[in-house]
């Protein structure tokens, strides 16, 4: 399934995308996608979709805006330096374990939202990433499949990040990345049975029409897998929570001279199966 949450900011609805054009309404069987609702299982919701698909009881998408897919998490934790390229490009050597550090849950905005630009910020800079999102309560996970089976799905994320705040103001990486906006999520929230091999994703990222990251999640150091076990051996990681995996080379820090974000630039991106975004960068107010 792919689901999704459309409305006015603060007043989402949740549905299940048919198609790029069509929805099925669930609202009336399911409060939000949140933990609570991943925690009891996905089941029930994927035989009313079909029973509802079946009667006819599709709706054609109207404008309405896209909220981000899930509502707000529990935590957002995010790998750093993932991809060799963008280790490389970011002049630091591949880790030999993931590099965690998190990120304000209220960055959680929806794919196609505008991006701020943080008053004061000379550095703002994108990151198309592979999102996962978690399905069940998990604490040391003894194998691939326990973490396999604790993954409700996966998104589109864009890890947007202020370079300054993070690198220099004390070398603590929350700062550049918790401002308001800085996670675009969705549209979608796909579940592994239609993601396809998140192994072997193409994903891209476009500012103003011109090419900035072209990769792929087979370039990633450490897959979702591995990722989702390694985490819950330090914390418990709860229904809802969502896990920024790591961008590839091509971020404006890495651009000789640097580029960054300015009010009036627009970021297009994508990744295989999971949809495309489209933002505007304003200025914060």
Request: charged share 20%; net charge negative; hydrophobic share 40%.
């Amino acid at each position: 399934m792919r689901l999704m949450r459309i409305g006015d900011r603060g007043a989402e609805r949740p549905v299940v995308a048919i198609d790029g054009d069509t929805y099925v309404d669930v609202s009336d069987v399911v409060t939000d996608f949140d933990g609570a609702f991943l925690a009891s299982g996905l089941g029930p919701l994927a035989a009313t979709v079909a029973e509802r698909a079946a009667a006819g009881q599709v709706r054609h998408f109207a404008g309405e805006r896209v909220g981000a897919p899930i509502a707000r998490p529990h935590q957002i934790l995010c790998v750093g330096l993932n991809y060799a390229d963008h280790a490389a490009e970011s002049g630091q050597e591949p880790p030999q374990e993931p590099i965690i550090f998190t990120k304000a849950p209220n960055t959680l905005v929806g794919p196609d939202d505008d991006v701020h630009i943080p008053r004061g910020s000379t550095a703002t800079d994108w990151e198309v990433e592979l999102g996962i999102v978690i399905g069940t309560r998990a604490r040391y996970l003894d194998s691939d499949d326990a973490a396999r089976a604790a993954i409700a799905g996966y998104v589109l994320v864009n890890d947007v990040s202020e370079r300054t705040f993070q690198l220099h103001r004390g070398g603590q990486w929350v700062k550049g990345k918790s401002a308001e906006t800085f996670n675009p999520c969705g549209p979608w929230l796909v579940t592994p049975d239609e993601a396809g091999d998140v192994g072997d994703l193409g994903m891209w990222l476009d500012v103003n029409g011109v090419r900035r990251q072209t990769g792929s999640t087979a370039n990633m150091l450490f897959d979702p897998v591995f990722i989702v076990r390694y985490l819950s051996r330090f914390m418990v990681l709860e229904p809802g929570d969502l896990i920024n995996t790591g961008t590839p080379a091509g971020v404006g820090m890495g651009l000789t001279p640097p580029v960054y974000l300015r009010a009036g630039d627009r970021m297009e991106l994508g990744i295989d199966g999971l949809g495309r975004q489209s933002q505007s960068v304003v200025a914060a107010p």
